[in-house]
């Protein structure tokens, strides 16, 4: 009897506390930790530096990251990476595997998951998408074969650490993945936020600082330049997966392949070159961000002009307020019931209709296929002329600037 009574405390006890004991706030310290962990390795091993070859990984950042992933995901490596590179192959249409564009909002908050996994199971997704990931023995006997074995042998490894808590330490970690990345990412990342570029998909900023979800908040600037290892580009913006990849790179753990273009700016050259437009082209999405902070900047000074004169509730001033926010989109981009608005807008300032126009011009030095690039430098030159005989300020100086670029 006293026997059964030791194993019955023993066993309560243990229900309580585990092997450890903790305090709330010990337990909830480890779920940030692990959770961080995790996340930290899905954005640095399987996103930059298996699905976007963007850096290297030495074999024990490697090697820890593939075993913490099998622990706390069950992800098998060449599904992810086969999903994730349809994704951006396919973008926004209804191939893409998960964009809220085309399958809705709620269904990538509510069962992401799900398409994912969906996706995973297609063996063309696997063979044309999932090439150069690992396949070594622990890769093809462990990893892959037993995927799901991991994740029970961390909630074995919670259990005995915190007891009946672990529990839900373990729910916590296997929801982790599924709601932050899946969800916010893969869902809101195509949804909400702001831009910074205008890239050709529907990609958003979820947040300037990119901690909780190690810098993949900053989801338009990835997908502006996917194959970078780094994924802030404004100085308020923080990607701490790039802090963690600039810490393996001073030890020799990790190489770096690329980081986002910067648009170099020299001495102003009498007429633009083949090196202008080849610097403008490298860096477009920079030129086109600098753009667009002209036009709202004109946008800005319109509603000062209509404020001065007392019509901030007019028309024209809630017409102004949305082309602020909307003209300097491509106008794909724009959402159809507000494109007579805006339009309506710009046609009722000269400045900014010559801004508007001016704008297609220049986009299109990337976007005609069909134009040999000698061609290409002499619409450059043509669109630097009109520039700087517009009369337009904000015009001249752009023009100056894409005159003095350089590789």
Known sequence: MNILMSV????????????VETTWWQVLLFTLVVTHITISAVTIFLHRAQAH???????????????????TTGMVTKEFVAVHRKHHAKCET?????????????????????????????????????HNTPDDW????LYTRYSWQGVGVMLILDLMLFGG?????WAVQMLWIPVMATGIINGIGHWWGYRNFESPDASTNVSPWGILIGGEELHNNHHTYATSAKFS?????????????RAMQAIGWATVR?????????TVKPVADDKTLEAIIANRYEVMAKYANE?????GVELERLKAQGGENTARWKEMLLAKRWLHRDEDKIPSELKASVAQAAAGSPALAKLVAMREELRQLWTRSNVSAEQLVVDLQAWCRKAEDSGIAALQEFSLKLRSAHA
């Open 8 to 19: 019955w405390e023993g066993l309560v006890a243990w229900l309580a506390h585990g092997l």
């Open 233 to 245: 580009v404004k100085p308020y913006e923080f990607d701490i997966g790039w802090l963690y990849i």
């Open 53 to 71: 070859r963007a850096l290297e990984l030495g074999p024990i950042p490697s090697h820890f990251f593939r075993f913490w992933l099998w622990l």
């Open 138 to 141: 622990i890769e093809r006997n």
């Open 165 to 169: 808590i672990g529990a839900t330490v």
């Open 258 to 266: 690329k980081t986002p273009p910067k648009l170099a700016l020299g």
């Open 94 to 130: 209804e191939e893409d595997p998960h964009s809220p564009q085309t399958r809705g909002i709620k269904a990538l908050l509510l069962t992401g998951v799900e398409l994912y996994r969906a996706e995973a199971k297609i063996p063309e997704t696997l063979a044309k998408y999932g």
């Open 295 to 299: 036009l709202r900047a004109a946008c």
